[in-house]
């Protein structure tokens, strides 16, 4: 592949009309001291839709802190999770590694759905991420950094694999577990001591976040906060849920609790960015929104049975496939000290990117031999230069079940080059091909029609799983029925 020229950079990352919008706004033009080492704010939404929010083009959903924040910021419109689903993406983005460098490939494990139904033995999930992981934490600590990690981890348990063992500071929330008990306290999680009864956990994990911001303002720190919200199980403030309740649901977003889930995930953003403000921190504070799986929805028209809460649409799919719907996500990074406003990105970029971004803006080096998948995206932020690689890759050799016997994705590999995607599905080598470029919506499957170029992607996508040890699930399972399938 050719490498990208300045004029095709510019044509990828640029001021946009997000700039007007952002004309003669104020955020953080305060006498903050920019010469310190920045901090961090990484602010994770579980299972929310690349269209769940104002700025990527909902009009069901009211997020007017979330677009305020785009607005301020670089919006990546082709970020991807690495994953489908919750516990790879993190493990991918805490340790800056494809899946088969820690084997967190998907939630629980990987036979998932019925047995009769899989062609294949799945390879093996690991639930937890390695103790050998120096995750992000770990590695911008010796810059000065003090850390907190608060919500939902999924990774583990303290003290031998939560948080804390993985080199945060502070644990609120985080265990293993993937969604709360409840919402509303008592919570029942031995790492969040319950609150008033009836207080919203979206609202206090906001709280606990500013204080920790406020306890740290004197010093770097990165606040990873990974809210629960939006996953299940779908609970609401009621005096939210009224009001979208009298609102007309609009392209395909409908669902009045989730709305108002949403919205108290953005009031929350909207205290976090006034918090930064009044402590003078807004201008040295790099703040990522980005999400961990797209939204659930967009099985139906795909002949899948589940739950449909949101809509993805135009991308195709939704939480656990590994079409576009599930693995696109909403993504902002806001720094007014080097990032300009109301500019937005076209390149591909991936979770795992973050953690080579987030230490080249700390100082902070890699150790010796630790190996980084990603890209430092400082030069896209800053607007100085592109990425080297020319692809980015998936690696998903399990099941994920809908209901009544149907598949949310079956083992497959996915390659992202350019425009170009290409999926393998392992059960039985079956190629798509599509050029996201002309067709977001992966309606048209070129395989066929260009053989070359998907045996060119297909090459690729071997090269990569070679050079990372990816292993391949080949071995039938015995337990296989055809007749499931059809
Ligand atoms: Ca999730």
Known sequence: MKPINR???????????????????????TAADTSRTPNFVFILIDDMGWRDVGFMGSRYYETPNIDRLAAQGMVFTDAYANAPNCAPTRACLLSGQYGPRHGVYTVGNSDRGSAAGRKLIPVTNRTTLPAETITLAEAIRPA????????????????????????????????????????????????????????????????????FIEANRARPFFLYLPHYAVHTPIQAKQELVAKYKKKRPDGGQGNPEYAAMIESVDQGVGALLAKLDQLGLADNTVVVFFSDNGGVGGYRELGIAG???????????????????????????????????????????????????????????????????????????????TLKRDAIFWHFPAYLQGSKGTWRTTPCGVIRSG?????????????????????IGEAADLAEKMPEKAKELHDRLVAWRKAVNAPVPTEKNPQFDPSTRE
């Open 7 to 29: 004029r095709t950079f510019l044509r990828h990352c640029s001021a946009g009309a997000l700039a007007l919008a952002a004309g003669g706004m104020g955020a953080g033009r």
């Open 144 to 211: 000065g950094y003090r850390s907190a990690s608060i919500g939902k981890w999924h990774l583990g348990v303290d003290p031998d694999s939560g948080p804390v063992a993985q080199g945060f500071d502070v644990n609120v929330a985080g265990n293993l577990a993937g969604n709360p008990s409840s919402y509303f306290s008592p919570y029942r999680n031995k790492n969040l001591p319950d609150g008033p009864k009836g207080e919203y956990l979206t609202d206090r994990l906001t709280e606990e976040a500013l204080a």
């Open 307 to 385: 739950g449909e809460i949101t809509s993805n649409r135009p991308l195709r799919g939704g939480k656990g496939m590994l079409y576009e719907g599930g693995i696109r996500e909403p993504t902002i990074v806001r720094w007014p000290a080097k990032v300009k406003a109301g500019t937005r990105c076209a390149t591909p970029v991936i979770g795992l990117d973050f953690y080579p971004t987030f230490l080249e803006i700390a100082g902070a080096e890699k150790k010796p031999g630790q190996i980084l998948d990603g890209e430092s995206l400082v030069p896209l932020l800053t607007g100085t230069g």
């Open 419 to 439: 425009g170009w995607k290409l999926i393998e599905f392992f059960e039985d080598n079956r190629l798509e091909l599509y050029n996201l470029a002309d067709d």
